[in-house]
């Protein structure tokens, strides 16, 4: 069975510092991977997918097939990063999503 | 664009009790999903409707029904709520069946729900 594993509840980090949030997840095939944000009060939304290999917000991740994780990183946290990230796991043409438990991330000045 | 909506956005309910929370997209997304939503775990699939007039059970389908009404609605019916249905409960739609699996989803605002 698939699993996604987000082995940081909450993350601290101070402004302007790097931060990475880690996510490994189980599956034999080919996944796609995505990583959802729901900032204060406002509704889950994507951040980003694996397959458009893109950055939004100064945030990238990359797919590591070999070590089956796909870390979301930032090199310099704003407070407005502040937010509960979810990494997510899609593996049939349904788009069935199975999420991670989430992390929270807290950006101080 | 209203985009996905959900009604109502807070309910206390007896244990025993039955709702139904609606959930609507204008989007004209073939694909919509119930989530539930509980502190250390993260979002857990309800059950989902990969297309109109078709339903499937997800992770977590004990104590749920569902109803694609249309294109446009899918309810998520609790028959007889119980205190471990206590969540906040999020509506999603997708394009994903037209993008086999590949299409974003888009969330409702979603529903917070006590069971007492």
């Known amino acids: 069975a698939q699993r996604v594993t987000q082995p940081e509840k909450l993350l601290s980090v101070f402004k302007g510092a790097p931060v990475e949030l880690k996510c490994n997840y189980s599956?034999?095939?080919?996944?796609?991977l995505f990583w959802y944000v729901q900032y204060s009060r406002q509704r889950l939304q994507l951040l980003l997918r694996?397959?458009s290999r893109e950055s939004i917000k100064g945030f990238t991740a990359d797919l590591n097939k070999g070590e089956t994780s796909f870390h979301l990183k930032k090199p310099f946290a704003q407070e407005e990063d502040s937010a509960m990230y979810y990494c997510?796991?899609?593996?049939?043409?349904?788009?069935?999503?199975?999420f991670g438990a989430g992390t929270q991330v807290v950006v101080t000045p | 664009n209203a985009g996905v909506t959900q009604t109502p956005k807070f309910q206390v309910l007896k244990t025993g009790q039955s709702m139904t929370l609606q959930c609507a997209q204008d989007?004209?997304?073939?694909?919509m999903y119930w989530y539930r939503q509980d502190p250390g775990m993260g979002l857990r699939l309800i059950y989902y409707?990969?297309?109109?007039?078709?339903?499937d059970k997800g992770e977590v389908p004990n104590g749920y029904n569902v109803s694609r009404l249309n294109k446009r609605e899918f309810s998520l019916r609790l028959e007889s709520a119980a205190p471990s249905q206590t969540s906040v409960y999020f509506c999603?739609?997708?394009?994903?069946?037209?993008?086999?699996?590949?299409?974003?989803?888009?969330f409702g605002p979603g529903t917070r729900l006590t069971v007492t």
């Open positions: 599956y034999s095939g080919s996944p796609e």
């Open positions: 409707s990969a297309s109109e007039g078709t339903t």
């Open positions: 694996h397959i």
């Open positions: 999603a739609s997708s394009d994903s069946l037209l993008r086999q699996g590949r299409d974003e989803q888009y």
């Open positions: 997510a796991l899609s593996t049939d043409s349904w788009g069935k999503l199975q």
């Open positions: 989007m004209n997304h073939n694909s």
